[in-house]
Each structure stands twice: as C-alpha cells, then as structure tokens.
C-alpha cells in the first residue's frame, strides 16, 4: 500500500515530472492513496495562482483520483493526534498529517522530501520500484 505526498499527486495528474520506477510503482500498486490535505494544500495553490489545474478544482480533484485509481484518505482524529505527536523535524503542518497518514495506514509514502526520511517509523520510498 502506498500514499502520494501532494507533490507526487501532482507530477502524477502532469504527466511529466516523476521518475519512471515511480510513475511504474504508482500504477503496479496494490492500493495507491492520497490524503484530504493534498487536496487542501492544492487548493491553496490554486487560489493564490500558483498552480492552474485548468478545471475548477472540485472537478479536477476526482477526476484525477478517478483516472489514476487512488482512493482519498480522509484526516481523522487519530491522524491529526499522529501528527501533533511527531517530533518537530519539520514545520510543514500538512507534511506533518502526510506522515502520520502514512503511519496510520502502515502505507510506503512516495516523496522525494528529504525532510521526511528523518522521521522514525515512517516507510519513505523515491526510486527505482521496491518491488511489492
């Protein structure tokens, strides 16, 4: 089971951008999910014109999930106790609901953030496919 990092959902909805053991893992998986706060943070992008998705957003967001077969993990209260208990090794609060998702699924989270490979238990993968 794997989860997406926001910035892999959108390289992912792209087409371009992630390296090919990725794109081939994504897609082999059994079980690929993102997180609700993936939606949030691409929200924000959107409307403060950073990101263009090309559709309103509440059209892109399940169309995206549709296309790719990923099913959305919603932010639950033992995910966000998860996450205010983690170590302060980074202050991204939505990186921070990532990572506890991850646990929380016991999911492999796809991520090329370096910062998140420093939280214990928490199974970070950016590569070659690992071979599930």
């Given at each position: ?19 090919s ?16 706060m ?11 014109g950073?990101?263009?998705v090309g559709?309103?957003l ?5 169309a ?11 932010v ?11 170590p ?5 609060p939505?990186?921070?609901?990532l ?12 991520t ?21």
């Open positions: 089971m794997i989860l997406l990092d926001t910035c892999t959902l959108l390289w992912l909805a792209r087409g371009e951008g992630l390296p053991g990725v794109a081939r893992a994504i897609d082999e998986a059994d079980g690929a999910f993102v997180s609700a993936s939606a949030l943070e691409i929200g924000i992008k959107v409307a403060k950073r990101l263009v559709m309103p509440r059209a892109w967001w399940p995206v999930l549709e296309q790719h077969r990923l099913a959305e993990v919603p639950e209260a033992e995910i966000a106790l998860r996450a205010a208990a983690l302060p090794l980074h202050a991204d939505a990186d921070r609901v990572i506890a998702s991850a646990q929380h699924l016991r999911a492999r989270l796809v090329p953030d370096p910062l998140i490979r420093a939280y214990p238990g928490v199974d970070v993968w950016w590569g070659d496919p690992p071979g599930w």
